[in-house]
């Protein structure tokens, strides 16, 4: 079978898959993985093999800048603190759990060789993460600290990744203010060309107006951060992360709003058709990588569970202490600490790992520096695949139980609240602008008269009655767009007026959903 056709079968799989997971509510990913694992279980299915370049390079970037941009920048701000103890602190104390864990089961992997699984498996997923946060509403201060760590501990795990692996390959490691200084001069020059070409990128975006060019700038934006991080020799990952924290917050500055509906349209395909693929090769692969370790190393489930329940008692123990720190003060305020058990059950529990684990485990290399092959470099990969797919498919498919448990999911009174108050505010500065237009006369009498009456009828929908409406409204576009359907049929109207009229509907219906 042909990579083409291998692709397209994954592509197919995680379509069928997430319309069950959306019907069933389950989160996508667990899914992927189980029906890709059933999938490579099955006699005469095609060997999936990829390559840690094709995981780093064309999915991580897409994947990474995606979960960035959708990052709320002010209630990040408000967890700084906590989510820099977990992504810095944790990912250090993950490593070392792990290597400890598989070094006493496993006692031919040194603590050394341990680090390398570790520091992979030290990382949780943002694309995972993030999806199931964002589904199970949890409060915005908890979704941001979820979704802040799940972005820099991606950084900080795959920057001690490089290091713990180069002196493996090298036949020793470094003295440790070298490994510290490698360790920065990684991270922060990472961070600093992030920020340089995301600042770039919002000059190219302010210098356009062609929806289709934002398009193509935005598609292109986390590739060329990473290539340029990674030529650079700092981190590319780092990059890509920083430079979508900073486009994140000054996208509605430069980007009209038809481009960024266009944008967003077009990530949430790329989003969707990456993370199915990749999920599914999780539990596609699987099964091949088993059947190539040697007869030895065939008791890898019971390690693979020893290393995930080590990294969650890790997990719950230093969330314990990071919920002391400013930030989540308001969740720690129970002097009878029901609440804040409650916050550190979730934020545990939401810990699952997916594609940068995968990736990490890929990339270790075939030899070390001498020429020899890597040490146990097939254990290594199915570890960190089996510990990733255990952590997909028990904590994906129980964290909503654990949410509704533990009563955390946010109010929704509260968001309509909201909602209502920034609608019925952008429509009164809207009203002072037109009133300032008129008196300058700078618009024709009848045009002001239109856009007042258009924006007292909006001003209604924001009230009680705008559910109702809306569902009239769709109605009304569904009666015009079946009418030009007869008239192209009719030879009336031309196929190109069809469209140019319909895309004005489906901008008005798009405008009706949104409100």
């Not at 050394?112 to 992979?120: D, S």
């Not at 589904?135 to 802040?148: I, S, Y």
């Not at 790992?353 to 020429?371: E, H």
């Not at 007042?452 to 009666?479: D, K, S, W």
């Amino acid at each position: 079978m042909h990579t083409a056709e291998i692709v397209l079968g994954l592509l197919v799989l995680a379509s069928v898959v997430a319309s069950f997971a959306d019907r069933l509510s389950l989160p996508a990913p667990s899914l992927l993985v189980l029906a890709g694992l059933g999938v490579g279980l099955i006699p005469g299915v095609p060997t999936v093999h990829v390559t840690p370049e094709i995981v780093s390079l064309v999915v991580l970037p897409p994947l990474l800048y995606a979960a960035a941009v959708d990052v709320v920048i002010a209630d990040l701000r408000a967890v700084l603190r906590p989510v820099a103890a977990l992504a810095v602190g944790l990912v250090g104390a993950s490593a070392v759990v792990v290597a400890v864990v598989i070094h006493l089961f496993v006692p031919d992997i040194s603590i050394q060789l341990g680090l390398v699984l570790g520091a992979a498996l030290a990382s949780t997923d943002p694309v995972a993460v993030s999806a199931l946060a964002r589904r199970l509403h949890l409060p915005p201060r908890l979704l941001a600290l979820v979704q802040g760590e799940s972005l820099l501990n991606d950084a900080t795990s795959l920057l001690l990744f490089r290091v713990v692996v180069s002196g493996v390959v090298a036949g020793h490691f470094a003295a440790p203010g070298h490994v510290v200084l490698q360790f920065l001069g990684l991270g922060f020059g990472g961070a600093a060309i992030g920020l340089g070409c995301a600042f770039v990128v919002s000059h190219l975006h302010r210098r356009t107006d062609d929806t289709v060019i934002e398009a193509v700038i935005s598609l292109l934006t986390p590739y060329a951060i990473f290539v340029v991080a990674e030529v650079a020799h700092t981190s590319g990952v780092t990059a890509v992360v920083f430079g979508g924290l900073y486009l994140s917050r000054r996208r509605y500055e430069f980007s009209r709003g038809p481009a960024r509906l266009q944008i967003g349209h077009i990530y949430d395909v790329a989003v969707f058709l990456l993370e199915g693929a990749v999920f599914a090769i999780i539990g596609l692969q699987l099964p091949d990588l088993v059947r190539e370790l040697p007869a030895a190393e065939h008791d890898f489930v019971l390690v693979s569970l020893a290393i995930t329940g080590a990294l969650l008692a890790a997990r719950v123990v230093w969330v314990a202490g990071a919920t002391f720190l400013p930030g989540l003060s308001e969740a720690s305020a129970d002097p009878r600490g029901r609440q804040r058990s409650r916050v550190i059950a979730v934020t545990s529990w939401a810990g699952t790992r997916g594609v940068i684990p995968l990736a990490a485990a890929l990339s270790i290399p075939l030899t070390v520096d001498s020429g020899a092959a890597f040490p146990h470099r097939e254990l290594l990969v199915v570890l960190a695949t089996t510990c990733t797919a255990i952590t997909l498919v028990v904590q994906g498919l129980t964290l909503r139980p654990v949410v509704r448990r533990a009563g955390l999911v946010s109010d929704p009174r509260v968001r309509t609240h909201e909602e209502a108050i920034a609608r019925h505010a952008a429509l009164e500065a809207a009203e002072a602008r037109l009133d300032e237009l008129q008196n300058v006369a700078a618009a024709s009498p009848e045009a002001v008269a239109w856009l007042r009456r258009e924006l007292q009828q909006r001003t209604q929908l924001a009230g009680a009655a705008g559910e109702e409406v809306h569902a009239l409204r769709r109605e009304l576009i569904g009666a015009e767009s079946e009418r030009l359907r007869q008239l192209v049929d009719a030879g009336e109207i031309s196929e190109a007026v069809r469209r140019k009229v319909q895309r004005m509907l489906d901008l008005d219906e798009a405008r009706s959903s949104d409100d």
